[in-house]
């Protein structure tokens, strides 16, 4: 079993930056693929990023390329979204997930989204 938390979120100004973190305890070998989403007030959940070990990650919507960074810190057992540049239309709330896969289908869990794990979720709002 694998829980994730998930910190960071906030309110922030357009142009500001947040940096999510998401706690992962129980089996770390259930968790080699990782990923955030979002999903936005009557929108459907979108994948944002997600990471592999030692390999480079994939982004999914495509407005974040650029202003956010996706990162882990193997030693903490924590998943990070560093978002820069923020814009109105980040405004979401921030799932991470986890599971365990291989390079290409964790590349494919951008969209199918079928991980094992998600954490609760934290809130991100970007307004002057």
């Known amino acids: 079993q694998v829980q994730l938390v998930e910190s960071g979120g906030g309110l922030a100004q357009p142009g500001g930056s947040l940096r999510l973190s998401c706690v992962v305890s129980?089996?770390?070998?259930?968790?080699?693929?990782m990923g955030w989403f979002r999903q936005a007030p009557g929108k459907e959940r979108e994948g944002v990023a997600v990471?592999?070990?030692?390999?480079?990650?994939?982004w999914g919507a495509g407005s974040v390329r650029g202003r956010f960074a996706i990162s882990k810190d193997n030693a903490k057992n924590i998943l990070y979204l560093q978002m820069n540049s923020l814009k109105p239309d980040d405004t979401a709330m921030y799932y991470c997930?986890?599971?365990?896969?291989?390079?290409?289908?964790?590349?494919?869990?951008?969209?199918?989204?079928?991980?094992?794990?998600w954490g609760q979720g934290t809130q991100v709002t970007v307004s002057s």
């Open positions: 129980g089996d770390p070998g259930s968790s080699n693929c």
């Open positions: 990471i592999w070990p030692d390999f480079p990650s994939t």
């Open positions: 997930a986890a599971t365990t896969t291989d390079y290409l289908s964790c590349s494919r869990q951008l969209r199918t989204m079928t991980f094992d794990y």
